[in-house]
């Protein structure tokens, strides 16, 4: 680490094609020894390190002006958590093998967990080769041989160096540089993340953290958030590969200076230092997993995820074991929350952290909580493991009648907040606080289909009604649709003429509710006492000792007649004729278009009569969505929702 002053140096180029390398075998074969070889650092720099002359935690160095860096990891077989902490995020595995050892214990086990993480290019330094004989030597490589035979690096390089007098070195190094220079340009999309591996304090600089950047772009005055804690900071310095600068980027070694109401003890190796909108702490996800020893459904575990290591159970999604050599689908259940998004590597090991047992990627951050293992289900998360997020949109579109949440989908796979995955899909996209949802075509008719059949059985069930009621229809259609989306599409049956509104009725457009012949007598007889006092009807009681009918005769008539659309209860036995009902909402509309909302003293001013009357009639139109109430005050709600309780 430099000097704080130079926290706020120059700001460098920006490589493009830095590349992270991380060591990797068993103890005491050499590795530290070889870095500081490579680079002329000590990556020991704990006094216990120091004085017991082996790696304990993770070590860093840089070379080539910060074009290589490297993670040297612990190679003791109890300190495999410290090194899975440092070798997730790295793009090149460097492998070593002391030539008079060949591989040992840590070494099949390292090899084994580069290849789970999906890292694709290694080489190998056969060190310490001053002290084997050339007979050895070529065993040795005989012995690599084999162990790669069959894994993705079964073509990598192998360099024999000796340290100690810098034999093969630079044949290595230049093989490493040459290795950076082929990365090419590196996709830097999507928000950015950080894996968490160091956290310190430095006299005058005050807290900073360091780990590998995984996505995106961070930049000096960024706003940032620590997961899963949920702790937000703002970035006052960033050394990108050891050296001041003013932005950092995905696949390089960042440390950050970080600025706000954070302390060192607020933060731990394993946390993730993301943009604030990818604060999704979680515990439990799906996905894809490999196994090289057999595992068992609900077995206890560790997880290694980023720079994390947490415990957990492993919910097996296609059987009961998982053989080592095969893959299945499978959920992750945590004991303690973690950062992660789609296509993050893991690895397992089991309840005594001694033994690798599997590793994968994960597929699903947000899975249900039923019909887990369904054929529908599998199938979608085999979609979810392609590279093409197109095919997992289409399936979920396809699976989903109720609607996918696309800005979800796009932000677990950490895209940018654009519409680029769904653009060229035939959709119909719903706007919802804070988020889209976006229907398939066939979704959409198939809806359109049951919302229309959802009425004529009704129409058959009681053709005495004049209509389903909004929200009645909303759950019979499905349930689980959102109240927009429903609004949406009762909006679309309308326009086409499908679907018919009279006041807050629904309808088929050849649909009439008519009383019955002893029902439209009755009602002849009593509306006069409704339509003399439009504004102020009795109450049922009132009508039926008017009338000299029984109260009960009256109350059932009115209910009957509030449903063929004639009357409206706007209050609990207090009844107002569809016509009144249409003459209030145009005097609220008035009072809305004038005063910009509806007050109870104004209304009861047009109207005449009570405040109480004035106030039963607003909150009347608030339950049946015309208005809403703002404080002492009732505003008009959009018009073309709303418009559908005034009388057609």
């Known amino acids: 680490m430099n000097s704080p002053s130079s926290w706020r140096g120059s700001d460098p180029r ?41 790696t304990l935690d ?39 093998v002391a030539a008079d050892d060949g591989p040992m214990p840590q070494t099949v086990e390292h090899l084994a967990i580069a290849s789970l993480l999906g890292i694709q290019r290694a080489a190998v330094a056969l060190t310490k080769a001053d002290l084997a004989t050339p007979e050895r030597l070529a065993a040795a490589r005989e012995e690599v041989a084999d162990l790669l035979a069959g894994s993705p690096f079964a073509q990598a390089p192998v360099f024999a160096v000796a340290a100690t007098d810098g034999s093969g070195v630079d044949e290595l190094r230049g093989h490493l540089q040459a290795s950076a220079a082929m990365l090419g340009q590196r996709q830097v999309g999507g928000g950015f993340r950080l894996a968490i591996d160091r956290v310190f304090t430095m006299q005058g600089i005050g807290l900073i953290v360091t780990g590998t950047a995984f996505s995106g772009r961070i930049a000096v005055g960024d706003a940032v958030s620590v997961t899963p804690p949920g702790l937000t900071a703002r970035v006052r310095g960033l050394h ?23 302390e060192k003890s607020d933060l731990a190796r394993g946390m993730w230092l993301v943009a604030p909108r990818l604060h999704l702490p979680l515990q439990r996800f799906q996905c894809e997993l490999q196994a090289l020893e057999t595992v068992r459904h609900w077995q206890p575990m560790h997880v290694h995820l980023g720079a994390a290591d947490v415990t957990g159970r492993l919910a097996l999604l296609e059987g009961e074991t998982l053989p080592p050599g095969t893959t299945q689908l499978a959920e992750i259940l945590l004991d303690q929350p973690v950062g992660a998004l789609l296509h993050d590597r893991f690895i397992l090991r089991d309840q005594s952290a001694l033994r690798t047992l599997a590793g994968g990627r994960v597929l699903d951050i947000f899975p249900p909580t039923r019909y887990k293992r369904s054929a529908a289900r599998l199938s979608l998360l085999r979609r979810c493991a392609q ?23 796009a932000l677990c796979r950490n895209r940018d907040e654009d519409a680029s995955l769904w653009t060229t899909l035939d959709l119909t996209v719903i706007g919802e606080p804070g988020k889209r949802l976006g229907f398939s075509r066939a979704n959409w008719l198939r809806l359109a289909e049951r919302a229309l059949s959802a009425l004529a059985a009704e129409h058959q069930r009681a053709p005495e009604m004049i209509g389903v009621e909004h929200d009645r229809l909303r759950r019979l259609t499905l349930p689980a649709l959102t109240r927009n989306a429903f609004d949406r599409l009762v909006a679309d049956l ?87 009902v249409q003459t209030l909402a145009g005097h609220v509309d008035a009072l809305c278009g004038k005063d910009g909302a509806a007050r109870a003293a104004a209304l009861r001013d047009l109207i005449g009569g009570g405040r109480k009357v004035a106030i039963h009639i607003l909150e009347f139109f608030d339950r049946v969505g015309y208005t809403r109430r703002v ?18």
């Open 387 to 409: 590279d093409d997020p197109m095919a997992a949109l289409q399936t979920s579109l396809e699976q989903q009648p109720a609607g996918v949440d696309l800005d979800r989908f």
């Open 631 to 648: 404080r002492d005050a009732h505003v008009r709600r959009d018009a073309g929702i709303s418009r559908r309780w005034v009388l057609q």
């Open 14 to 54: 920006n490589e493009t094609d830095q590349m992270i390398i991380g060591t990797a075998g068993h103890i005491d074969h050499g590795k530290t020894t070889l870095v500081k070889a490579l680079t002329g650092v000590d990556t020991d720099r704990l006094p216990e390190e120091k004085a017991r002359g082996i």
């Open 240 to 262: 990108v590969q050891d050296r001041p600068a003013q932005e950092g980027c995905a696949g390089q070694r960042i440390a950050i200076n970080l600025a706000g109401n954070i």
């Open 58 to 96: 993770l070590g860093y160095a840089y070379s080539d002006a910060g074009l290589l860096g490297y993670v040297d990891v612990p190679g003791h077989e109890k300190l495999v958590h410290n090194m899975l902490a440092g070798a997730t995020g790295i793009d090149f595995l460097l492998l070593v």
């Open 494 to 580: 309308n326009s086409t003429g499908k679907l018919n509104q009279t006041g807050g009725w629904l309808h088929l457009p050849e649909h009439r509710a008519t009383l019955s012949a002893a029902d439209s007598e009755l009602w002849t007889q009593l509306k006069p006492q409704f339509s003399d006092q439009a504004f102020q009807p009795p109450r049922v009681r009132d009508v039926a000792k008017a009338s000299g009918i029984a109260e009960d005769t009256v109350r059932r008539l009115l209910q009957r007649v509030a449903r063929v659309g004639f009357v409206y209860p706007v209050a609990k036995d207090h009844y107002f004729t569809a016509e009144a």
